[in-house]
């Protein structure tokens, strides 16, 4: 990219103003951390109903309230749409978005299953725009910190990853446990750990995955090993039935990282040496929740000329539903197909 496309990029991307479609739960938590980002703004909220939003727009000042999705990503004010729908809904959404030409951030999991990441991944290049899953536990500070010690070669070559995430979910909840509606702890939880092993081991060559199903067919405890070329070993397990420590430990041949208490969260962690035992507690302060970090690298990325983040690339988002897809497959996880959702 020559400099002057990248001056010019930067001029347009001064400041990057969001376009919220799904304004859920998880959406009020991403608009509230953006507020820690002087260089973001959501500029407007959609709804499937009309007039529906309006408290979340008042809630976040947005300026912009749409009756419709189809109106957040044809709104010219909108740089960037978030997805935040319900997981069987991203697709249809995110494609909305990539087809008026915005970049787009989806949430997790991108899609229900790798063959729709594939379609979304291959939309966005056609349309020559930026596309991420919003991991967001890939950005959190310490986990940049974790790479950088993984990278310095501090705990040596990683031999086995742990991770977990169990949480329990009850009557406020209860698409998790309807099949039709993405249910399940794998998709809803167990993608977290699951894509920290990932990040760390890439692709496993081998899986081996064991649940319980509920009566409905969803996975309410899911466990999982996976093995990689390199001979390491990641073994992570999910459930929706109770709350686990959901703590992450990688261990290396000189040394290793323990995560507590919870690794997909900002938190701090502790480096210890193999033979010695010595321990190096790296404390990360952090404020707000955590959700900004993922914005911050679209912004990053946008005013780079990028359509991917390096950080989570889209192939990566692909195998790591390339790894659920074969979990689901031995697990009996089936979900039925992708119907069309109202724009
Ligand atoms: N990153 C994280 O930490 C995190 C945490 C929680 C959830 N998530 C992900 O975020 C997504 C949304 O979760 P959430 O808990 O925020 O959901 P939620 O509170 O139920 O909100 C989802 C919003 O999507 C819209 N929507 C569109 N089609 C819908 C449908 N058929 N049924 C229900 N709502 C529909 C609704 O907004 P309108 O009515 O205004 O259109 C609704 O308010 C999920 O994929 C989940 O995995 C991520």
Redesign the pocket.
Same mark, same amino acid.
């Given at each position: 990219m020559n400099s002057d496309l990248t001056s010019a990029t930067r001029d347009r991307y001064k400041t990057i103003r969001w376009g919220v479609? %799904?304004?859920? %739960?998880?959406?009020a938590?991403f608009c509230s951390d953006l507020a820690h980002l002087p260089d973001h703004a959501v500029v407007a909220v %959609? &709804?499937?109903?009309s007039g =529906?939003?309006t408290e979340?727009a008042d809630r976040f000042n947005i300026p912009h309230r749409h009756d419709s999705?189809a109106d957040v990503v044809n709104d010219p004010d909108v740089d960037v749409v978030y997805v935040? =729908?319900?997981? !069987?809904?991203?697709f249809d959404a995110a494609m909305l978005a990539i087809e008026a030409g915005k970049a787009v951030l989806v $949430?997790? !999991?991108f899609t229900m299953n790798a063959a729709d990441s594939r379609l979304l991944a291959e939309a966005a290049r056609a349309r020559g725009t930026f596309l991420m899953e &919003?991991m967001?536990t890939r950005f959190l500070p310490h986990i940049v910190r974790i790479r950088e010690v993984i990278e310095s070669g501090r705990i040596g070559d990683i031999i086995t990853v742990t991770a977990e995430f169990g949480e329990q979910f009850g009557d406020e909840s209860p698409?998790a446990f309807i099949l039709d $509606?993405?249910g399940g702890a794998l998709?809803?939880i167990g993608i977290y750990p699951i894509s920290f092993s990932a990040m760390l081991l890439g692709q496993p060559s081998e899986i081996i995955a064991s649940a319980d199903l509920s009566d409905g067919g969803v996975d309410v405890t899911t466990s999982v090993i996976l093995r990689h070329e390199s001979g390491a070993h990641a073994i992570v397990n999910t459930t929706m039935l109770a709350g686990t420590p959901n703590g992450a430990n990688v261990t290396g041949t000189l040394g290793r990282i323990e995560i507590e208490p919870e690794f997909f969260r900002p938190t701090s962690f502790t480096v210890v040496t193999a033979g010695t035992g010595e321990r190096e507690r790296i404390e990360i302060p952090h404020v707000g929740n955590g959700?900004r970090h993922q914005a911050a690298e679209v912004g990053r990325c946008l005013r780079l000329g990028l359509t991917e983040s390096p950080i989570l690339p889209l192939a990566q988002t692909i195998s790591i539903l390339e790894t659920i897809d074969e979990v689901g497959r031995q697990i009996g996880l089936h979900y039925p197909p992708r119907t069309p959702?109202a724009p």
């Open positions: 479609i %799904g304004a859920g %739960g998880i959406a938590e %959609g &709804a499937r109903k =529906t939003n979340f999705y935040a =729908t319900p997981h !069987p809904h991203h $949430e997790k !999991p &919003a967001w698409r $509606e993405g998709l809803d959700l959702s």
